[in-house]
């Protein structure tokens, strides 16, 4: 087995330091399978899939994205369901219809089964709620209404941006724009709050995007999507460590969105602009990554497509491996399913020779806490300029 030893030191600002020094273990590869889903807007047809889940037959639910008609107006005849696909990613039906009544969506976004209940849970932006269904479809109820924070200028992104869940059934669900997590029973009630402040300190956010909880220790992963890292709480909401920072080289990140943790606590991030997965250690320690950005006939990279173009990169590049944006993610039993964001279509990946990472030593592990006021690694507001911000290149173009 290869070993990288790496050493690094992050001075995180409101007080800890990371000495990140490990003997880094290759253990983890991925590779294409086949894809689920196509670009366009029939039956069994993509765009813009966001949450992705699979229950324990091998089904897959992929959240489809909002209709618009030309004028922005909302084309509830389009999208705005739950796609349901085969084990071998045949169409089977759909879970909820567009439109704002009981059981309906305007944009889902985050998809997940509860794995006490078996209830399917799935965020529901424009109508501002939580749709919450049976193991079959069938609608139960909407909660949440109205706690998730609107627009706020400078982002086109909002409202519930992740689900998971702990031990007991209670749900985990993030609120993008409130830089928080909300904690519900698995019957909707409101019991808890982690977070709510914006910024870069430990236990701040800026754009809360995927959340997942580990089934290991039950610790809370979440992609931070405009800090370019991925933060990880304990299971009271306490920050433990902050990996990842802006940039394309290995173990950077810009915008990522979704993330999966699987029962060895290797963590899986869609790295959104760099077009690409990346998998890290419990302890953030880089261990591969896997996909590049869809090309065009001269070889160079398809943009993500302005807010008046639809929702497709043009032209579509649907070579295995080649992503517009990677999103919403799922893994489950040895296969990683990632949204293949402006291509619409899913690509699913295999795991292979995954195992424990064995633990570095106490002394290229060692975190202390209570020291240092500096950054290093995670700049103050306004000291470090974002590498690429998506929202102010889509308003240019508008």
């Known amino acids: 087995m290869g070993l990288v030893k790496n050493l690094s030191i992050g001075i995180l600002g409101t007080g800890f330091i990371v000495l990140a020094a490990a003997a880094q273990a ?16 029939g039956p069994g047809e993509l765009f813009v ?12 639910y992929i959240a489809n994205g909002r209709g618009v008609n030309p004028d922005g107006t909302p084309n509830y005849n389009l999208g705005d369901k739950i796609e349901k696909f085969s084990p071998s990613g045949q169409y089977i039906g759909a879970i909820g ?8 969506f305007d944009e889902p976004t985050t998809v997940d089964f509860n794995p006490v209940t ?37 982002r086109i992104f909002f409202g519930p941006s992740g689900v998971t869940f702990d031990k007991t059934g209670n749900v985990y669900v993030g609120d993008f724009n409130g830089e928080r997590i909300l904690k519900f029973t698995s019957d909707g009630q409101q019991i808890g709050v982690i977070g709510g402040t914006v910024g870069t300190a430990p236990g701040q956010f800026q754009g809360v995007a995927g959340v997942r909880i580990s089934p290991v220790s039950g610790n809370i992963f979440v992609a931070d999507q405009y800090n370019n890292r991925v933060q990880v709480l304990d299971p009271n909401g306490n920050s433990l460590l902050a990996f990842g920072s802006a940039g394309s080289g290995p173990g950077q990140l810009l915008q990522p969105i979704g993330i999966e943790v699987d029962d060895q606590e290797n963590v899986y991030v869609a790295d959104s602009i760099n077009s ?6 419990k302890n953030g320690n880089f261990l591969t990554s896997y996909g590049q950005p869809a090309l065009d006939a001269s070889g160079k990279p398809v943009p993500p497509p302005a807010l008046t173009d639809g929702p497709f990169g043009n032209p579509l590049d649907l070579t295995p491996g080649r992503f517009n944006w990677t999103g919403g993610t799922s893994y489950k039993d040895g296969k990683l399913y990632v949204g293949d964001f402006f291509q619409g279509r899913v690509q699913v990946l295999n795991v292979e020779g995954r195992r424990q990472v064995p633990e570095p030593s106490s002394a290229l592990g060692l975190v202390l806490l209570g020291l240092g006021a500096a950054t290093v690694t995670l700049q103050k507001r306004g000291q470090q300029k974002p590498v690429f911000n998506l929202e102010k290149e889509l308003q240019k173009q508008c």
């Open 26 to 41: 290759k253990a983890v590869t991925l590779t294409y399978d086949r894809s689920i889903g196509s670009p366009g807007f």
């Open 49 to 60: 899939p966001q949450g992705i889940t699979v229950d324990d037959s091998g089904n897959t």
């Open 97 to 104: 219809s567009g439109g704002t009544g009981p059981g309906q």
């Open 118 to 154: 078996g209830d399917l849970y799935a965020g529901d932006v424009y109508n501002n709620r939580i749709n919450q269904f049976d193991s079959e479809g069938n609608f139960i109820r909407s909660f949440a209404n109205g706690e998730f924070t609107p627009v706020i200028p400078g």
């Open 276 to 281: 690409r997965v990346q998998v890290f250690d």
